[in-house]
């Protein structure tokens, strides 16, 4: 890996960000609907009440220059401001409480969904037309058709609902008090299962399905034929020669997927109300958290950008001839 | 060919799903066993926005509040006055003057006593918000009760007295939906520094229970005041957890780790007969209005479509062609009442049906508005006094779905007048910005609109609902525009109205009047429907008994009147599986209902087999076939 491509990269992923944070400021301000009144649908809020909450948020500074100067000396102190709807709490703070949630379950999620769906993918690409093909193939396709929540709520309905052998939603029993840490983390662990099977379930599709096309692609190719002809056995083949190569797109694939971890999985966090970035977004969208979700989406540009750097030193490493 | 990197992966990918296949069996472990705290669980729709009382904008921040500390004077089962933080009070002869007594003694939940000083400093700090250049504090939702009751001085001439004096005689000094401070924790607060304060948990109050935990989006725990002297509290701790979805919460209402829930009026129906469930089908303190943009003025690139809008007897017309029982019984499931005026009926004390309600009829509708002069063009198109074809844009929030049923029923009703309707949905902010008039003071705000369909929600004191359609709320809360000089003096005369009698007397005529003129037309008064468990609490109240229900009411009401249910041997209910019974103390289990002993097996057999699943993908995976030949490599 030559320090020229390295940099190159790098450079491209910090121009990409820097545009990341300038469009933030630029999209956020042309959703219609002002924050300040928002939240204020008060009978006795009257218009000098506004002016001052205009005045204290700095919502009656003209967008350019005054806004946008103060957002990109802030952001780069990395001061991302209060939040409008929690008043008084740090961006950073509401944000960093909501990650780890996130972080967990769809981390967690994308591994099965990763180790899973390459297995399958690659199982089903290889004994093409046979059952098995057939079976986890419309299993891929239907569940990577279908949003959490219509994997999710039967999951709860029948496994929660119904048999009780699992909570229905958030992370923790409430009021539950604990002997020790091992209890605590189980009680959570109790709480994972089903929203992890959901968001697993919901990403092996896409593995599955990218990696069985590549499987049936790399199929067709000279070196397998040559592999056959020294008489390897068909896993073997596979192992060392199917899947190596058919593992290049997947790789983008799955970097492009990690990026998008700390998005939350919305849907599925809604339906689990489970406390992560993705129900956070929609809460501050829905109050017109300007300073909220403009962390977000920072947050999640910059991991999106960072995972597809890491996306291309890998390939470099998979792939030696993008090592240039 | 090279491919150790790719062997690695591939036994580090069959390593990973193995171990994921062995630990399942471990994360299916059963709910721990139950403690010995009695725990109420209440669900939520509605997140909480601030722990500190002066920034919550929302009900629920109001539920939480007079949790934490009481009121001066709390409300009782029927929304009368009872002792909050003052034991009892007097009025003096020419009714400006209350005196307030303190129990002496009394402590906040830290221990630090509590006395006069702290209601004289609480009420005194938002008398100075009221009187402020702001003229308000915080988020402005708590100062105005105390505006609103004319209290114009407060003083403690001893520890058990608090004196009050108004500028003029009411009875809204003891509705004050202001949270009594301990002076001790919140005297370094000023009026610039409360809107920034976040009151963290946990909270010193005198309320009942005290906010111990606030997980964001999540919940709310509060724990038993050690100090209360208030009815004996059955509950140790209360939960208030929020939903993100309705689904997510009725299930989790009926697998039993809700107590207590708010429901739709399916989930209402599906929970009929269901062992140990009890279903209220409350009247909300408020209502849904269709409503028109009545505003008077030109507006450049804005405005209203047509100015019949303004003209009471087009509204009035129009008011003949809203069947609104068909709406109650499908746009609200018949959850609800018919609307008829603005101080709904929950406001038993207040609200006066209108004479001469309109009934239901498309003629009589059409010959209204041909005697107003809108007649029909050779098109069949109803015509404005301009001659202009009527086409009026209805919008809506997208906060409740019947917003949009109703709407679709109004399009259907006015085109058979010959009317045209497009429906338009919008987010709340959007739209409160579309509807605001230049008076506002933000360039947006261009009063775009014709008709419009939203809710509002009231007071104990209906001066909150009365207050929408005086002259000086254009540009805030007046979201039809519409003013009458008799309408504001009848506001102000009512205000002031020494007694209640007199001051119904003044309503009567505001509601008739606002019936009558129709800047809204009242659909209904919007139902409550909630359920709750009774296999661990009893002793729920309805407030007001007649058409409320028993938490999110108005004050800590609820929560002192609930028993738990003694030696605790609650029949399993048809969806919840049985918790231990038999306990000593009612034993809630944790996760409410799971990890009977029956669903152990069972439990372990799913687990069991899931693993074996992701055991035999793992295995085809690193399967190696032996016997065959090898690759040179």
Same mark, same amino acid.
């Given at each position: 890996m030559s320090l020229r491509y390295l940099s190159r990269q790098s450079l491209q992923a910090l121009f990409t960000i820097v545009m990341i944070v300038l469009l933030n400021f630029v999209l956020f301000r042309m959703m219609p609907g002002s924050p300040e009144r928002i939240l204020f649908r008060n009978p006795n809020l009257t218009q000098e009440a506004l002016a001052a909450i205009r005045e204290r948020w700095g919502l009656d500074q003209p967008l350019f220059p005054d806004q946008f100067f103060a957002y990109i000396v802030a952001t780069l102190q990395g001061d991302l401001g209060d939040s409008y709807k929690f008043i008084g709490q740090p961006v950073i703070e509401v944000i960093s409480e909501r990650f780890w949630p996130t972080m967990i379950l769809l981390g967690l999620g994308e591994m099965i969904a990763v180790v899973v769906g390459l297995a399958l993918g690659s199982y089903t690409g290889w004994r093409r037309g046979g059952l098995v093909d057939r079976v986890g193939n419309g299993f891929s396709l239907v569940f990577y058709s279908m949003p959490y929540f219509v994997i999710g709520m039967p999951l709860i309905i029948i496994f929660a609902t119904g048999l009780g052998w699992f909570p229905t939603s958030g992370m923790f029993t409430l009021g539950a008090t604990y002997d020790s840490f091992l209890d605590q983390l189980l009680d959570f662990l109790h709480h994972l299962v089903l929203p992890l099977i959901t968001v697993s379930i919901g990403l092996i599709g896409g593995y599955s399905i990218l990696m069985r096309s590549s499987i049936v692609e790399t199929r067709s190719e000279d070196y397998i034929g040559t592999a056959r002809a020294k008489g390897l056995t068909d896993a073997r083949i596979l192992r060392h020669h199917a899947f190596p190569n058919a593992l290049l797109p997947v790789v983008t694939l799955i970097a492009i997927n990690l990026g998008y971890v700390v998005a939350g999985a919305i849907t599925a966090e809604v339906v689990f109300n489970w406390p992560g970035l993705g129900t956070l977004t929609v809460d501050a969208l829905n109050a017109r958290d300007y300073p909220v979700l403009q962390g977000v989406f920072l947050f999640l540009g910059i991991s999106v950008v960072l995972a597809n750097l890491a996306a291309d030193v890998v390939y470099g490493f998979l792939d030696p001839r993008v090592r240039r | 060919m090279r491919a150790p990197v790719s062997h690695r992966f591939v036994r580090l990918l069959a390593g990973l799903g193995l171990a994921g296949a062995l630990l399942l069996p471990a994360l299916a472990l059963p709910a721990r066993a139950a403690d010995e705290k009695l725990v109420l669980r209440v669900g939520t729709s509605q997140d909480l926005d601030a722990m500190n009382p002066f920034n919550t904008a929302l009900v629920t921040g109001f539920e939480v509040f007079t949790l934490n500390y009481d009121l001066l004077v709390n409300w009782g089962g029927d929304l009368e006055p009872v002792p909050g933080f003052a034991e009892s009070w007097t009025q003096s002869a020419d009714g400006l003057t209350w005196t307030f007594k303190i129990p002496s003694g009394?402590?906040?939940?830290?221990?630090?006593?509590? +006395?006069?000083?702290?209601?004289?400093?609480?009420?005194?700090?938002?008398?100075?918000?009221?009187?402020?250049?702001?003229?308000?504090?915080?988020?402005?939702?708590?100062?105005?009760?105390?505006? %609103?009751?004319?209290?114009?001085?407060?003083?403690?001439?001893?520890?058990?007295?608090?004196?009050?004096?108004?500028?003029?005689?009411? +009875?809204?000094?003891?509705?004050?939906?202001?949270?009594?401070?301990?002076? =001790?924790?919140?005297?370094?607060?000023?009026?610039? +520094?409360?809107?920034?304060?976040? %009151?963290?948990?946990?909270?010193?109050?005198?309320g009942p229970y005290q906010a111990v935990e606030w997980q964001k989006g999540q919940y709310v725990r509060f724990v038993k005041n050690p100090n209360w002297t208030g009815p004996e509290l059955a509950a140790d701790e209360v939960f208030i957890q929020i939903f993100k979805n309705a689904d997510t919460q009725y299930q989790a209402f009926r697998s039993g780790e809700l107590d207590y829930s708010s429901v739709n009026g399916d989930q209402f129906a599906a929970l009929a007969g269901e062992a140990n469930v009890v279903t209220v089908a409350g009247v909300g303190n408020g209502f849904t209005e269709l409503g028109f943009n009545a505003y008077s003025k030109p507006i450049e690139g804005g405005g209203a479509s047509t100015k019949a809008l303004q003209d009471p007897a087009f509204r009035d017309a129009i008011g003949y062609a809203v069947d609104k029982e068909l709406l109650v019984e499908r746009a609200i499931k018949g959850?609800?009442?018919?609307?008829?005026? =603005?101080?709904?009926?929950?406001?038993?004390?207040? =609200?006066?049906?209108?004479?001469?309600?309109?009934?239901?009829?498309?003629?009589?509708?059409?010959?209204?508005?041909?005697?107003?002069?809108?007649?029909?063009?050779?098109?069949?198109?109803?015509?404005?006094?301009?001659?202009?074809?009527?086409?009026?844009?209805?919008?809506?929030?997208?906060?409740?779905?019947?917003?949009? &049923?109703?709407?679709?029923?109004?399009?259907?009703?006015?085109?058979?007048?010959?009317?045209?309707? &497009?429906?338009?949905?919008?987010?709340?902010?959007?739209?409160?910005?579309?509807?605001?008039?230049?008076?506002?003071?933000?360039?947006? %705000?261009?009063?775009?609109?014709?008709?419009?369909?939203?809710?509002?929600?009231?007071?104990?004191?209906?001066?909150?609902?009365?207050?929408?359609?005086?002259?000086?709320?254009?540009?805030?809360?007046?979201?039809?525009?519409?003013?009458?000089?008799r309408y504001d003096e009848l506001f102000d005369l009512q205000?002031?109205?020494?007694?209640?009698?007199?001051?119904?007397?003044?309503?009567?005529?505001?509601?008739?009047?606002?019936?009558?003129?129709?800047?809204? =037309?009242?659909?209904?008064?919007?139902?409550?429907?909630?359920?709750?468990?009774?296999?661990?609490? +009893?002793?729920?109240?309805?407030?007001?008994?007649?058409?409320?229900?028993?938490?999110?009411?108005?004050?800590?009401?609820?929560?002192?009147?609930?028993?738990?249910?003694?030696?605790? &041997?609650?029949?399993?209910?048809?969806?919840?599986?049985?918790?231990?019974?038999?306990?000593? &103390?009612?034993?809630?289990?944790?996760?409410?209902?799971?990890?009977?002993?029956?669903?152990? %097996?069972?439990?372990?057999?799913?687990?069991?087999?899931?693993?074996?699943?992701?055991?035999?993908?793992?295995?085809?995976?690193?399967?190696?076939?032996?016997?065959?030949?090898?690759?040179?490599?």
């Open positions: - | 009394m402590k906040w939940s830290d221990g630090t006593p509590a +006395t006069a000083e702290d209601a004289r400093w609480t009420l005194q700090f938002v008398l100075d918000g009221v009187n402020s250049e702001a003229g308000y504090i915080g988020l402005g939702y708590i100062d105005y009760y105390l505006a %609103n009751a004319g209290v114009t001085e407060i003083t403690a001439p001893d520890e058990t007295t608090l004196v009050l004096k108004t500028d003029r005689p009411n +009875t809204q000094v003891l509705q004050m939906y202001i949270p009594i401070l301990p002076k =001790h924790v919140w005297q370094d607060q000023t009026l610039d +520094t409360v809107a920034d304060f976040t %009151n963290d948990v946990p909270i010193v109050g005198s959850f609800g009442e018919v609307g008829t005026t =603005h101080v709904p009926t929950f406001q038993t004390k207040w =609200h006066v049906e209108p004479t001469a309600l309109r009934t239901f009829n498309i003629e009589t509708a059409k010959q209204k508005l041909e005697a107003a002069g809108y007649v029909l063009d050779g098109e069949g198109r109803r015509l404005d006094k301009e001659g202009k074809a009527l086409d009026l844009r209805l919008y809506m929030p997208d906060s409740e779905e019947y917003y949009a &049923t109703s709407a679709q029923f109004v399009q259907d009703w006015l085109s058979q007048l010959g009317i045209k309707v &497009t429906t338009q949905v919008f987010d709340s902010g959007t739209l409160t910005t579309l509807m605001l008039p230049p008076e506002a003071g933000d360039p947006a %705000n261009k009063a775009d609109y014709d008709l419009f369909i939203w809710a509002w929600g009231g007071d104990v004191d209906p001066n909150s609902l009365l207050e929408i359609f005086t002259c000086s709320n254009i540009g805030s809360s007046s979201d039809s525009n519409y003013c009458s000089a205000n002031k109205a020494p007694s209640d009698e007199e001051r119904k007397g003044y309503m009567a005529e505001m509601q008739q009047m606002i019936y009558d003129e129709a800047p809204y =037309h009242i659909l209904f008064y919007d139902g409550n429907p909630i359920a709750y468990h009774t296999d661990r609490f +009893t002793g729920w109240k309805n407030q007001p008994a007649s058409n409320g229900v028993p938490l999110f009411g108005y004050g800590s009401y609820g929560y002192w009147q609930i028993k738990a249910v003694s030696a605790a &041997t609650p029949a399993p209910s048809a969806t919840s599986a049985p918790i231990a019974s038999g306990a000593p &103390t009612p034993a809630p289990s944790a996760g409410g209902g799971t990890g009977g002993g029956g669903s152990d %097996n069972a439990l372990l057999l799913a687990a069991g087999a899931v693993a074996v699943v992701l055991l035999v993908v793992a295995i085809l995976l690193v399967r190696r076939r032996s016997g065959g030949p090898t690759e040179e490599e």
